[in-house]
């Protein structure tokens, strides 16, 4: 019997309903399944015939440390979806803007930022704005400022501090106003475009739950696919396009290759969730 390692972290290990729904359908179609800790010293990883990295989310709490278990990955031939080189480049955005521009995608501006912020000169980029850490996740660190209010010195010590982390820098893009009406994210598995969600992320504006879509607009789903097929992205098994409209022009937000949720517990509709999830299982399945 093949097993696999569902991969989560010590604090949402057994805990995030999308984990136990792949479990469970892993377990459907005959495969062992057992969601593990990426801070597990004492696991036997050679018992597992590949691994899937799932909610490890809060790893950019712990980067060097996870960094240092992926290049241990990597350096013992440990299969895991998605790759590490993908992950890698995923989880630095400064990267993954690079590969966005290098085939004209179009993106929300963005600034880089790697040694140091001239706070007195944030008006260069516009009177709202937002700023996030080139590694971060799950709305970790990332506020929106308007310059006619007072930015809070907290703030400004925290990202001092991100500055001078290994890897790491800031991120400063333009408010997008159209992030109030939800941003879509597009979620493909293996190539194929699985289910296509609308979020609203709180750290930005109003927070609702995600709603599925059966349709969405053809420049949004035109733009995802041109994404999907980026060369430096080849081999995912799983990905999140995240898209937002302004003035009716589609931009990505991000792509999510690193450890994205899905969204699947969000389709009410049982039987697209479970086409879903058995589509995601089947394409471990070739693979392994």
């Not at 972290?9 to 479990?23: A, S, T, V």
């Not at 240092?68 to 803007?97: A, G, H, T």
């Not at 925290?158 to 159209?178: C, H, M, R, V, W």
């Not at 980026?230 to 009716?248: C, H, K, M, T």
Request: hydrophobic letters at 40%.
């Amino acid at each position: 019997m093949k097993k696999i390692g569902i991969v989560s972290c010590d604090k949402w290990k057994g805990k995030i309903k999308e984990d136990l729904l792949f479990q469970k359908e892993l377990i459907k179609n005959g495969i062992n399944a057992e969601i593990i800790s990426w801070q597990n010293s004492g696991i036997n990883y050679i018992e597992y015939d590949c691994l899937i990295l799932r909610s490890v989310w809060g790893y950019q709490d712990y980067y060097e440390q996870f960094k240092e278990w992926l290049l241990f990955v990597k350096s013992n031939n440990i299969v895991i979806f998605n790759d590490v080189n993908i992950i890698l480049d995923n989880i630095k955005k400064d990267i993954q803007f690079e590969i966005l521009r290098k085939y004209d995608i179009p993106c929300i501006p963005t600034t880089i930022i790697k040694e140091a912020i001239d706070w007195n000169k944030l008006g260069l980029y516009g009177q709202k704005f937002v700023i996030k850490p080139i590694i971060s996740g799950s709305g970790n660190n990332t506020y929106k400022f308007d310059l006619t209010e007072e930015i809070d010195e907290n703030v400004i010590k925290k990202y001092e501090t991100i500055l001078q982390q290994s890897d790491n820098g800031l991120i400063i893009q333009p408010f997008i106003a159209g992030i109030n009406k939800g941003e879509y994210s597009c979620i493909y598995i293996d190539g194929i475009n699985t289910h296509n969600m609308l979020r609203f992320p709180g750290v930005l504006g109003e927070q609702k739950k995600p709603q599925y879509l059966t349709t969405i607009p053809k420049s949004v789903f035109d733009l995802a696919i041109k994404v999907s097929n980026i060369p430096e992205f080849s081999g995912y098994l799983y990905a999140r396009i995240d898209i937002v409209l302004q003035n009716n022009r589609p931009y990505i937000m991000e792509v999510e290759l690193t450890e994205p949720d899905l969204l699947i517990k969000y389709i009410s509709d049982e039987e697209v969730q479970g086409k879903v999830l058995n589509t995601l299982v089947k394409k471990i399945e070739r693979r392994i």
